[in-house]
């Protein structure tokens, strides 16, 4: 299996600042690789594929970027609906391993 | 619009047989590119992928729990079938299916997803 390392695990933050969640894994995948947002009690949404591919209803504060192992999801300016939790997953080969997640937390 | 749903027992005893079905809409499982998955979370644990059935019927499996797990398609009901044997009380956890969508590029991604259904392992 690829291994996925998701950094930090949990991070406190205040609305309005920028934040950045690293996500690294163990073979390279190209750009395979997906960010999800999940809320408690709610499944995960998918909110970039490819590396850097936003989906529809994604805002733009939403970034994402990088290649071969080592991946950042960006979020440029915290809203209050932002805070949940970040899933890497890679989507080069079966299975498609997920990070550990990253709890985004209200400072 | 696009839907899916788990369905199945919400407590399963210890060594016994766990049957999730998914039933969806919106989609053909027939489609090329177009794949189910079956993914759990343990309570406050971080996502782990189970088993996928393509549209073509290839089938894959987390290494570690193949053994356990069967996964099959009925594109006529639009239904996903796991079975995961030998079930314990580690296997307590919520599982979700979602559909697994693909880019020309075979950028592959679980873009819809069910509400999951929370599946208890104890005697």
């Known amino acids: 299996d690829i291994q996925m390392t998701q950094s930090p695990s949990s991070l406190s933050a205040s609305v309005g600042d920028r934040i950045t969640i690293t996500c690294r894994t163990s073979?390279?995948?190209?750009?395979?690789l997906n960010w999800y947002q999940q809320k408690p009690g709610k499944a995960p949404k998918l909110l970039i594929f490819?590396?850097?591919s936003l989906q529809s209803w994604v805002p733009s504060r939403f970034s994402g970027s990088g290649s071969g192992t080592e991946f950042t999801l960006t979020i440029s300016s915290l809203e209050p609906e932002d805070f949940a939790t970040y899933y890497c997953q890679q989507g080069y080969t079966t299975p498609y391993t997920f990070g550990q997640g990253t709890k985004v937390e209200i400072k | 619009q696009i839907t899916l749903k788990e369905s199945g027992p919400t407590q399963v005893k210890p060594a016994q047989t766990l049957t999730l079905t998914c039933t969806f809409s919106?989609?053909?499982?027939?489609?090329?590119?177009?794949?189910v998955g079956w993914i759990r979370q343990p309570p406050g644990k971080a996502l782990e992928c189970l088993a996928v059935?393509?549209?073509?019927?290839?089938?894959r499996y987390s290494p570690s729990l193949k053994r356990r797990l069967s996964i099959a398609k009925d594109t006529s009901k639009n239904q996903v079938v796991l079975t995961m044997t030998n079930m314990d009380p580690v296997d307590t956890a919520t599982y979700y299916c979602?559909?697994?969508?693909?880019?020309?590029?075979?950028?592959?991604?679980?873009?819809?997803w069910g509400q999951g259904t929370l599946v208890t392992v104890s005697s």
């Open positions: 490819a590396a850097s």
């Open positions: 073979q390279s995948i190209s750009s395979y």
């Open positions: 919106g989609f053909s499982l027939s489609t090329s590119g177009v794949g």
């Open positions: 059935i393509f549209w073509d019927d290839d089938k």
């Open positions: 979602a559909l697994l969508s693909s880019t020309w590029e075979e950028h592959r991604y679980y873009d819809y």
